[in-house]
Nanobody
Framework: QVRLVESGGGLVQPGGSLRLSCVAS????????MGWYRQAPGKQRELVAG???????NYADSVKGRFTISRDNAKNTVYLQMNSLRPQDTAVYYC??????????WGQGTQVTVSS
């Protein structure tokens, strides 16, 4: 059974940093790209960043230069380092497969709130 568990969110001031983690159980991690997605109130869920099994990365224009995605295959974990956070980054952040997510793999997500 596949399970994705996100952590690392919180309340941070504009300009601050957070590091999100997502641990994957099951056998999906090493053979799939992984992505971070987010959903802000009243908005659709969107891709923030993705990383392939070979380490190639892709970022939404809104986070380029500020966010970095990485993965540790030995730990079945994908990370999202978020720097220079802005109020518009406030959202629930989820991990899932990349480039195509599986609806049944959505977890609880982790809340990120950027506010002074």
């Amino acid at each position: 059974q596949v399970r994705l568990v996100e952590s690392g969110g919180g309340l941070v001031q504009p300009g601050g940093s957070l590091r999100l983690s997502c641990v994957a159980s099951g056998s999906i991690f090493s053979v799939n790209g992984m992505g971070w997605y987010r959903q802000a109130p009243g908005k659709q869920r969107e891709l923030v960043a993705g990383i392939t099994t070979g380490g190639n990365t892709n970022y939404a224009d809104s986070v380029k230069g500020r966010f970095t995605i990485s993965r540790d295959n030995a730990k079945n974990t994908v990370y999202l380092q978020m720097n220079s956070l802005r109020p518009q980054d406030t959202a629930v952040y989820y991990c899932n497969l990349y480039p195509a997510y599986y609806t049944r793999y959505w977890g609880q997500g982790t809340q990120v709130t950027v506010s002074s």
